[in-house]
DNA sequence: TATGAATGAGTATTCATTCAT
DNA sequence: AATGAATGAATACTCATTCAT
């Protein structure tokens, strides 16, 4: 039987259940944040938030998931664009300097997904979303080392792996700082940019 | 009237509590723990923890207390026994090269600690704990390029604010990337410290 | 308006629902069916299903109706093929001695007649219900009596009202004792209806 | 610790749950009964409720338990002071015999009983429950009626297995019929009762 | 002080029913 | 008439905290 309403209008009845979800996650945490509230937050019953997600978990996961996807697309699709690996690296670096951490919706994201990282640590099936958003993140660094060595433009002596996970210990690193009101999170992170740029560039 | 019981009894009991909460809190969670969990694995009746402490959080609040007065400690009794600034930050990067990050007991308490910052970033009263923690922290490492700036042992130009903001960031960035199982943390920690020392050394 | 689609199809609909919603209410029982369970059971949509009963007890009521006429129906015509008053009788114990009563399917039904007939014990309107099933099946096997002693086949003396109370006492006695899975249904029943039959026959 | 409340009193607290929730199931049904409602109607609050039981269904479990313990008792105490096998049998008719079927207390008790055994007829681990309920109460008569065939009382010729089920046919018959406002139970049961006694009797 | 029983506010989830399309 | 999305009342169960003994 045909749908009785477009798959457009619930894809948009979702995505806003998701969106109210994670600014009231980022409000008070999953914990504390009700199905009730979601439903205020975004003026949709509660029971018709059940007819979208199973659980409340689901919305969390989800929304990580989601967060995954785009970062995937943002990523691909700017890196099109860019021809050197070092220009990559350095876009890469700019994704972070170019959002205001300290913007309360955004540092309320942050905390929400650093929570939700730590709440999968705690559960076999969720682990496993962690980790293989772990892995993609460390493989697009990864990737983008091994072409600049190719390329020539990148030291062949720098461990690719260890730079790779040095650039997102710097990324969670300085975003976790942002929890600290004067954290000086642009100098910071503008001088490791540097840094890092400068010691894997082909000497 | 006189106390019944000795003043090393309560504290011995008090800390079997935090302790006991401590190792609840890191293997479920902190909202997941349930005041019985506590009493169960201390052995002490639930109605007798709340001869201790005021309230669930109350315990999780002063554990984080504890820790940090122990840190303290710790450190002031460290330093007394090194000389130059070089040897202090170099201990300071030692104590997390000598722990086992991946023990499973460990990365509980790094995850509960964690969770414990996050969850104070919603409180004015408890953020206040958070960031006096953090002023703690990164005065130490502040005062210690300080002195080494007077000694000459450090380079005097760099930012003194800045490189101490750098070293929590690296510590805060390799621990939040322990949930990681293959995590080349010593590896990079130890290059990291490496090339820290490396460049705040007087030229 | 002339109706869309034709009496009859309606009809088919309608049945098509009630036979689902036995079954469902046979394996699950009456409150754990939902009425999306009659849905996919049916492929009627539950909202159609509304456009044919009031709620879901009313699906259950006209089940318990439905079958009170067919048993009416399926009597009436028996009964007009049969002359003696003792082969009406005989006939109405082969009515139970001729269906399998273990049967999955049989043993769901018999049990939600009897949690409807008891779920009807707690309301004033349903309860009518009840009764006047009950009386109707009660009558059946009084008026039969009844001719059997006019017409000299039974014995006068007998009271008609407690020898059809006890007829309706068997067959629920053994019905319900089919719950347990080695009851010996035939034997036990076979059994009573010749020593009913015996008794009640004209000495 | 010695438990700081007496044995005694927790099994009188429990004891109240129960009856309470047997009035309340009685009256209401299983399902429509609340744990508010067996709470208020023992002035117990809900939290306690489930100090002492896990799950509504574990209070209806123990009800009926305790049900078949006590009858338990009670049979086997006063067939302790009974000599021959009929008059055990004809002890087990009268205890239907001098109850009040119609009492609304004892007739919703009667509905819950059959009731939780259909329920118990969907689970598993319920339907357990209910075959060890009737194995044990088939085996009572069973028992006595070869009792009675050793000793020469009963009829050797008879099958012990059928006239046993027989008996718990003729008392759920009768039960069961209960729910109709005009049935003579009394009658009906006292004749059935001579009619079985004198069928075993020894010829 | 220690105990653990009592309390009841708090919440995720289900599902009969309604209603817009 | 048919559909299935929306609704929200209803409810079992949990757990931090209190308190009588």
Known sequence: MAPIVSKDYKERRKSS?????????????????????????????????YNYFESKEAIYFELLNTATERDKENITKNFSTLRSSLSKLSYMFDVFLTLDPFNPKRLGTTVVFYEFTFHCTRSEKLLDLVTKRGNFLLNIIKETLEEGQESGEIDKNIDVNLYAHRF?????????????????YYDVLREMKEMYLEEIKAK
């Open 168 to 184: 997102w210990l710097i990324i969670d690193g300085v975003s976790l700082q942002t929890i600290h009101k004067d954290f000086p």
């Open 17 to 49: 259940i998701l969106s109210s979800a994670l600014e009231c996650f980022a409000q008070k945490g999953f914990v504390a944040t009700t199905v009730d509230d979601i439903g205020a937050h975004s003026g949709i019953s509660k029971g018709s938030i």
